[in-house]
């Protein structure tokens, strides 16, 4: 079984030290994958039984792994969806955070590195919506 907690404080590390590297292309696809850790954390902690449901295992819930998607990590809680709704600018971040150049999973691959605005859009809107939803995951 996956530990999300654990691996966002880890991912968060790592994330920081690219950061203050100036490793932006690996600071911005860490970045997700530290927001991708940190939604499913919270998925999983808003059920009793923490695991996905897949064809083979069905936990007492119909909520499946939303894979690398912000936007279906998001639906699967409908609680923390609505207040997403609610705030334009987290959406504006979690589209930042997802999205910066290409898909923060991608990004991997790119050697095209984030011009010095463009970065620090990306840096404030990962720090934001890492904020935002440390404080909505004590909430739910």
Not at 96 to 116: A, C, G
């Amino acid at each position: 079984m996956e530990d999300y907690q654990s691996a966002f404080l880890q991912r968060h590390q790592d994330t920081e030290i690219l950061c203050k590297s100036n490793r932006k292309i690996a600071a911005m696809h860490f970045g997700g994958i530290t927001s991708e850790c940190l939604l499913k954390s919270m998925i999983l902690a808003s059920v009793s039984n923490k695991e996905w449901k897949t064809k083979s295992n069905n936990p007492g819930h119909t909520i499946t792994n939303p894979g690398n998607s912000f936007t279906a990590a998001l639906k699967s809680n409908n609680r923390l969806y609505s207040r997403v709704q609610n705030f334009p600018e987290v959406r504006k971040w979690i589209n930042i955070v997802e999205n910066p150049s290409q898909n923060f999973i991608t990004m991997r691959y790119s050697s095209s590195e984030p011009n010095d605005d463009k970065y620090k859009e990306w840096l404030s809107a990962y720090q934001s919506l890492k904020r935002w939803l440390q404080k909505q995951a004590t909430q739910l």
